[in-house]
Nanobody
């Protein structure tokens, strides 16, 4: 299982970022996928999940209406569109198969930093 992330960076409050996760896990299309974030001094937090076909998505309360998870099963890619970002969204973001959260951390993506600051 290999998940390679890109995207992220630094943005001002109210800004947007998009995260990408390219999966070399086959067959990718059968797995529920999720995004997890880990802020300094806090425990890892599940942020969003998506079913194998992308027909159902789930979000933690604090990001509902601001974040959108999606996937492209033809290109084995997972996305997280993040809008109206706040400083509280600052964290290291990871993609993972849902089955690997929380205890399969070695199978998560490498992580990508999202920093929201003015």
């Amino acid at each position: 299982v290999q998940l390679v992330q890109s995207g992220g960076g630094m943005v001002q409050p109210g800004g947007s970022l998009r995260l990408f996760c390219a999966a070399s896990v086959f067959p990718y299309s059968v797995y529920d996928m999720c995004w997890v974030r880990h802020a300094p001094g806090k425990s890892p937090e599940w942020v969003s999940g998506i079913t194998p076909g992308g027909d159902a998505t789930y979000y933690t309360y604090s990001v509902q209406g601001r974040f959108t998870i999606s996937r492209d099963n033809h290109n084995n890619t997972l996305y997280l569109q993040m809008n109206n970002l706040t400083p509280e969204d600052t964290a290291l973001y990871y993609c993972a198969r849902s089955r690997d959260y929380p205890s399969g951390r070695s199978y998560w993506g490498q992580g990508t930093q999202v920093t929201v600051s003015s």
